[in-house]
Each structure stands twice: as structure tokens, then as C-alpha cells.
């Protein structure tokens, strides 16, 4: 998985890019956050594109196929979203197909880099 923050006009998204063997976002995906703060915050998104790669692993005498999937999709989120992630992202939910993707933090690894990427986002507007 990987996320980042963009700004489109007056908006900022979330983007979210997974890498798979198999799984990819649904046609109208949604993120489900639950902050340190025990507060769960819904977002609904849309998808940018989804890709694949394909390449072969010789083992012996055989070629064995091996086929990457990369699906990309983007969350809306509000200002005043991004200030309760700041407090970290204890569990997070992605939509997808054939099955969701979900992962518990113990300690915070993308809440306060998401509120990063946001400042920065933020600021590249203002100092055109």
C-alpha cells in the first residue's frame, strides 16, 4: 500500500495505490479510518485506474508466470478530517476486491505522514 495527498481546485484527496496479485478497488471504493482518538471517519472515493504487469520466475526448466496488479483510487477528505488523523490511524479499512484490505496499527504509521503530505500540499498553493 501506498498513500499520498493531492490537491485538485479546492479539494484534497487521498490517494491510495495497492499492489497485488489479485485484489483491486471496487467501482465506488470506501476508506474507513479509526484515529487514536476512537473516532471513525467514512470516506468514499473514486477510482483513478487500475493496471497490471505481468513476469516470469525461472525455476529449473519452468517458467513460472507471475501477474502484478496495481489499482489505484481517490478519497476526498476535508480539512477538518485531516486534523482528527493528525492524532494517528489506529485501523483502516479499504473496499476492494475479492477481499478487503484491512490493517490495526499499535503505534501510528500513516496518520501524522498523511497530515504531512496535507501541510505540504497546503503550502505549495500558497507559495506559487
Avoid: C, W
Avoid at 113 to 127: G, M
Amino acid at each position: 500500500m501506498k498513500y499520498s495527498v493531492a490537491k485538485q481546485d479546492t479539494a484534497y484527496y487521498i490517494i491510495a495505490t495497492v499492489r497485488s496479485d489479485r485484489m483491486t478497488f471496487l467501482s465506488e471504493p470506501t476508506m474507513k479510518v479509526r484515529t487514536f482518538d476512537d473516532e471513525v471517519i467514512t470516506l468514499t472515493g473514486t477510482v483513478i485506474g487500475n493496471g497490471s504487469q505481468s513476469a516470469g520466475i525461472v525455476s529449473g526448466n519452468i517458467i513460472i508466470p507471475v501477474t502484478e496488479i496495481s489499482s489505484t483510487a481517490q478519497f476526498k477528505v476535508s480539512p477538518k478530517q485531516f486534523e482528527s488523523i493528525k492524532s494517528g490511524i489506529a485501523k483502516i479499512r479499504l473496499d476492494m476486491t475479492p477481499m478487503n484490505h484491512e490493517r490495526t496499527f499499535k503505534k501510528d504509521k500513516i496518520g501524522k505522514k498523511l497530515y504531512q503530505f496535507y501541510l505540504k500540499a497546503k503550502s505549495q498553493d500558497d507559495n506559487f
